[in-house]
């Protein structure tokens, strides 16, 4: 099968990397992103790198979208490429984080266009240095038939795929977990802030922190999310 991307950023690059480098099934693969440099060193991979998202989708059978919100999706989907789409059967994985209701109306669009179109959503935890490393964990909302039909596919990106259920409920998961990240961030900096206020040293305190009970929670939230923002 042909796959495209739509969106080869902070999230879509290394993803795109790990299917063309541990997935045999894919015969060519696609990518667009809307500042094309991006994308360009896809191309070192075997990539095809095209100008338009129009040429992914034409030439795709599977569309990954790892776009950064619905607004963009939905233009890129509904206002550029919907001629593309109206002639089916065409496979959407949209793997962004945007809610349940964004992710309904766009299932809903594109089944409009036309009804042999599929449309699976994707949501993924971890940043962007674990999506490096293939160590992903992915959420499914589909059908079960679906989940079976592209597991190889996803696992290409992750260490565990999950089954959650019709489409709506692996965003609203994903939704779900953001908020306990959320929150362990904010007591992370309140902390950070009690730390600076008294001018205490910052590595002394990481150690501590690293050495004790603290370290788990950080590894398991702040070390694979918040720092990878600076890899």
Not at 89 to 110: A, G, P, R
Not at 130 to 158: C, N, P
Not at 176 to 197: D, R
Request: aromatic fraction near 10%.
């Amino acid at each position: 099968m042909n796959v495209g991307i739509l969106g080869t950023g902070l999230m879509g690059f290394p993803i795109s990397v790990n299917i063309l480098t541990k997935n045999n099934t894919v015969k060519q693969f696609y990518a667009w992103n809307r500042t094309k440099s991006k994308a360009e060193p896809l191309a070192e991979y075997g990539a095809i790198v095209v100008d338009n998202a129009t040429e992914v989708i034409e030439n795709s059978d599977v569309i990954l979208i790892m776009l950064s919100q619905y607004e963009i999706i939905d233009l890129v989907l509904f206002e550029s490429c919907s001629e593309s789409l109206s002639l089916g059967n065409k496979t959407i994985i949209q793997m962004s984080t945007i809610s349940s209701d964004q992710t309904l109306s766009l299932k809903d669009k594109l089944l409009n266009l036309n009804e042999t179109n599929v449309f699976i959503e994707c949501p993924v935890l971890g940043s962007a240095s674990v999506a490096k490393e293939g160590q992903l964990q992915i959420m499914i909302g589909g059908t079960q038939e679906q989940h079976d039909q592209y597991s190889d596919l996803l696992l290409s990106t992750g260490k565990a795929i999950f089954y959650i259920g019709e489409v709506g409920k692996a965003s609203t998961l994903k939704l779900a977990l953001n908020t306990i990240i959320s929150g362990q961030t904010a007591v992370f900096a309140q902390s950070l802030s009690i730390i600076e206020n008294a001018g205490l040293d910052f590595d002394t305190y990481m150690k501590i922190v690293n050495d004790g009970p603290a370290r788990y929670t950080l590894e398991l939230i702040y070390i694979k999310f918040f720092y990878s923002f600076f890899d």
